[in-house]
């Protein structure tokens, strides 16, 4: 939480700087990335309370707790980051039909800076960005604002040397390039999260085969895998085995989950086990219930007749 709450006050400090030079200096990429910064605030704010709910214990009615919460907010970043990208696009073309004079050098030092502190930010969060989703979003907010703060460095120069404002416009299209690359892989991720899809990480025909290669387990049936959160997997499973007994049944279901967890690394299994013979068996005729029922019938017309 505290890289959070550390990167969100830089990227505040940022996105007031860029906004009020980007006004002052009529650069669009400048903006652009002002925008891009105030999503990236917003998105890390959420991420902030998505990390504070997913500690959260679990409920009667949440019975695996709030982890779902940072694949929602690692959506809504998605999301942001489209809608971004789509209305900086739509400014950028105006600006090509109707060019604007830009003033190159505050764009040059305003850029400069942001890109100092989006390098701050990268070497701080690129590491808890591995194991949390939540985390990887706001990391890829920032690597976007990065390449943006280069671009428009690189705009700023021609601006200022050659007086090119087209360029403005030019670089802002590449943010939203950038923007469009961050977002799309987020989204699809938590899609596939929220659809309970299994994870990539994890091949379900794998999986099958490890459980078959017990000796006791004759047949996989039902097998479902899915993600409750970016280290959470669970798995559930019907398993038929041979006719064993409730101190051989316990060893071998702890047996099974040790290799979920260590080969897998899923640690939320449930696993229903079912012997192969445990069909109920036909009884005999003579053991039959309809057969005494019949003789016992018969037996009483006899009687009656008599």
Same mark, same amino acid.
């Given at each position: 939480?505290?890289?959070?709450?550390?990167?969100?006050?830089?990227?505040?400090?940022?996105?007031?700087?860029?906004?009020?030079?980007?006004?002052?200096?009529?650069?669009?990429?400048?903006?652009?990335?002002?925008?891009?910064?105030?999503? +990236?605030?917003?998105?890390?704010?959420?991420?902030?309370?998505?990390?504070?709910?997913?500690?959260?214990?679990?409920?009667?009615?949440?019975?695996?707790? *709030?982890?779902?919460?940072?694949?929602?907010?690692?959506?809504?970043?998605?999301?942001?980051?489209? /809608?971004?990208?789509?209305?900086?696009?739509? %400014?950028?073309? %105006?600006?090509?039909?109707? !060019?604007?004079?830009?003033?190159?050098? !505050?764009?040059? $030092?305003?850029?400069?800076?942001?890109?100092?502190?989006?390098?701050?930010?990268?070497?701080?969060?690129? =590491?808890?960005?591995?194991?949390?989703?939540?985390?990887?979003?706001?990391?890829?907010?920032?690597?976007?604002?990065?390449?943006?703060?280069?671009?428009?460095?690189?705009?700023?120069? $021609?601006? *200022?040397?050659? &007086?090119?404002?087209?360029?403005?416009?030019?670089?802002?299209?590449?943010?939203?390039?950038?923007?469009?690359?961050?977002?799309?892989?987020?989204?699809?991720?938590?899609?596939? $999260?929220?659809?309970? *899809?299994?994870?990539?990480?994890? +091949? !379900?025909?794998?999986?099958?085969?490890?459980? =078959?290669?017990?000796?006791?387990?004759?047949?996989?049936?039902?097998?479902?895998?899915? /993600?409750?959160?970016?280290?959470?997997?669970?798995?559930?499973?019907?398993?038929?085995? +041979?006719?064993?007994?409730?101190?051989?049944?316990?060893?071998?279901? =702890?047996?099974?989950?040790?290799?979920?967890?260590? %080969?897998? &690394?899923?640690?939320?299994?449930?696993?229903?086990?079912?012997?192969?013979?445990?069909? $109920?068996? %036909?009884?005999? !005729?003579?053991?039959?219930? &309809?057969?005494? /029922?019949?003789?016992?019938? =018969? &037996?009483?017309? *006899?009687?009656?007749?008599?």
């Amino acid at each position: 939480m505290q890289l959070l709450w550390l990167a969100i006050a830089l990227l505040s400090s940022l996105f007031i700087a860029e906004l009020l030079i980007g006004l002052h200096s009529h650069s669009l990429s400048l903006l652009a990335d002002a925008g891009h910064l105030f999503s +990236d605030v917003i998105a890390l704010g959420i991420s902030l309370l998505a990390t504070w709910l997913a500690q959260r214990p679990a409920t009667k009615q949440a019975t695996f707790g *709030y982890h779902r919460v940072e694949i929602l907010a690692a959506l809504v970043n998605g999301l942001a980051l489209l /809608t971004i990208a789509v209305v900086i696009a739509k %400014e950028a073309v %105006e600006r090509f039909h109707s !060019p604007e004079p830009v003033l190159g050098l !505050p764009m040059l $030092v305003v850029a400069g800076v942001a890109l100092a502190v989006n390098s701050i930010n990268i070497a701080l969060l690129h =590491k808890a960005s591995r194991n949390d989703l939540n985390i990887r979003g706001a990391f890829l907010h920032v690597l976007a604002d990065t390449a943006s703060s280069v671009g428009v460095i690189l705009a700023a120069l $021609v601006v *200022y040397l050659f &007086n090119w404002t087209w360029v403005d416009a030019g670089v802002s299209l590449l943010i939203v390039c950038s923007v469009s690359f961050s977002a799309f892989p987020l989204v699809k991720d938590s899609l596939e $999260v929220l659809m309970e *899809y299994s994870p990539r990480s994890i +091949d !379900p025909t794998r999986v099958e085969a490890a459980l =078959k290669g017990f000796e006791a387990v004759c047949q996989v049936e039902k097998l479902h895998i899915w /993600t409750i959160s970016s280290d959470q997997v669970a798995l559930c499973v019907h398993l038929t085995v +041979d006719a064993i007994g409730g101190g051989e049944r316990d060893r071998l279901t =702890k047996q099974l989950q040790t290799l979920l967890e260590q %080969e897998f &690394n899923i640690r939320e299994s449930t696993l229903q086990l079912t012997h192969r013979n445990s069909e $109920v068996m %036909e009884l005999h !005729p003579l053991l039959s219930g &309809n057969l005494m /029922t019949q003789l016992t019938r =018969k &037996n009483g017309d *006899y009687i009656d007749k008599f």
